[in-house]
C-alpha cells in the first residue's frame, strides 16, 4: 500500500555559506521556510525538484523536507528541519576550538 503525500517544501544548502535554504515559487532560493513553495502534489514535488537540483552553481545537498501549512507560510514538521531554519551552528566548541 501506497503512502499519502504529504506536504512538503525543497530545501538545500547554499553552496558558498552553507546557509540553509529553500526553493520559492518564483524558482529562486530564500533563507526563509516561510517564504518557499508547499508542495502538495507528488508529481509537482517530483518535477520541481529536479529543477531545483539544476541550480548546482548554487545549492547542494537538495531534498524534499516535510512542511505544513501555516497563516505564516510553511513550518517544518521534523526537529532536524526546524533546527536547520535557526541558521548554521558555525561557533566554536568543544574540540572544534582547537
Known amino acids: 500500500m501506497s503512502r499519502t503525500f504529504t506536504p512538503k517544501v525543497i530545501t538545500a544548502n547554499a553552496l558558498l555559506e552553507g546557509d540553509a535554504i529553500w526553493f520559492t515559487e518564483d524558482d529562486t532560493w530564500t533563507r526563509n521556510i516561510a517564504e518557499a513553495e508547499l508542495i502538495t502534489d507528488e508529481a509537482h514535488g ?17 531534498y524534499l523536507a516535510e512542511a505544513k501549512p501555516t497563516d505564516k507560510g510553511p513550518a517544518p514538521t521534523h526537529f532536524r528541519e526546524a533546527f536547520r531554519t535557526r541558521g548554521p551552528s558555525n561557533y566554536a566548541h568543544g574540540k572544534q576550538e582547537v
Do not use: P, S, T, Y
Not at 517530483?46 to 537538495?62: F, S, Y
Open 46 to 62: 517530483d518535477l520541481r525538484l529536479l529543477e531545483a537540483k539544476a541550480d548546482q552553481g548554487i545549492v547542494v545537498g537538495v
